[in-house]
């Protein structure tokens, strides 16, 4: 794929760039951010020794299990908006996933996929995450967006204590996925998504979707933000990317924190 600018039909145009290792494809990306590179450049890798996930944390996957690739951005939206960005970017994912993967995900709020219902005692784990990052000193901000989606996990991984809830398109299809057909389906995706945060009507089409596949609405869940924790029923989220959490004697406004499904008794 070659190319940067949106064409005629304001679709973007991907310029895609392959690495065997990388520490992080975010942390790549940002720097060729700020050195110029354009709206559209895409970063893969094979494996990244030093891949990171949401609040710094460590994100490792066997070379060659997954999926792991960043997109530089440069939307014309208001800060507040950039959730945004995070949605399509969840919404895509869950397209090409089905596309190419056999299964598609649910989204857990704020930035994960999860298996679906169709993938019998594997619903529910971790298929992908999602993070984002924007840097302000460039003219316009850039915004780098990176996911890794779980596609080939070896029949010899036992997953330790941080894979323990997750899981793999492998895993639930029964047969091995193509990465490649995956990131032709997701950028295709992501392009049009993309393309539709210019109008109003695209930015409430989205978050409509997002909603009905958002499996945390809903749900009881355990709400961890930067200075406390609390429990509630997440109800909806709003057209800001904020989870709405019932605690009984109100509804809280979350903009930023880790959320956690809770089962119920029984």
Wanted: glycine share 12%.
């Amino acid at each position: 794929m070659a190319g940067s600018d949106a064409g005629a039909d304001g679709v973007i145009h991907w310029d895609v760039r392959r690495f065997d290792v990388l520490d992080s494809t975010n942390r790549f990306l940002l720097d060729e951010a700020r050195t110029g590179a354009p709206e559209g450049t895409v970063v893969v890798a094979d494996f990244q020794d030093a891949g990171r996930g949401r609040l710094d944390r460590r994100w490792l996957a066997p070379p060659g299990s997954s999926l792991l690739v960043s997109l530089l951005l440069r939307p014309a939206l208001a800060a507040e908006d950039l959730h945004l960005v995070v949605a399509a970017t969840a919404l895509s994912a869950s397209d090409a996933c089905e596309v190419a993967g056999g299964s598609r995900p649910a989204i857990k709020w704020p930035n994960d996929l999860v298996a679906g219902d169709g993938a019998g005692s594997l619903a529910g784990r971790k298929l992908a995450g999602i993070l984002a990052e924007a840097d302000w000193s460039t003219s316009p901000p850039a915004v780098v967006v990176g996911i890794g989606i779980n596609v080939n996990w070896p029949e010899d991984l036992q997953p330790d204590h941080a894979l323990a809830e997750a899981t793999a398109l492998n895993r639930i299809g029964g047969i091995d996925r193509d990465r490649d057909a995956l990131l032709e389906a997701f950028l295709g995706a992501m392009s049009v998504r993309y393309r539709d945060l210019a109008t109003d009507g695209g930015r409430r089409r989205q978050m409509g979707e997002y909603r009905q596949r958002c499996n945390t609405i809903g749900q009881p869940v355990s709400v961890a933000t930067h200075d406390e924790t609390f429990g509630g029923t997440a109800l909806d989220v709003d057209d800001g990317g904020r989870l709405l959490v019932d605690v009984g004697a109100c509804i809280r406004t979350v903009a930023v924190g880790d959320v956690v499904h809770l089962r119920p008794a029984g």
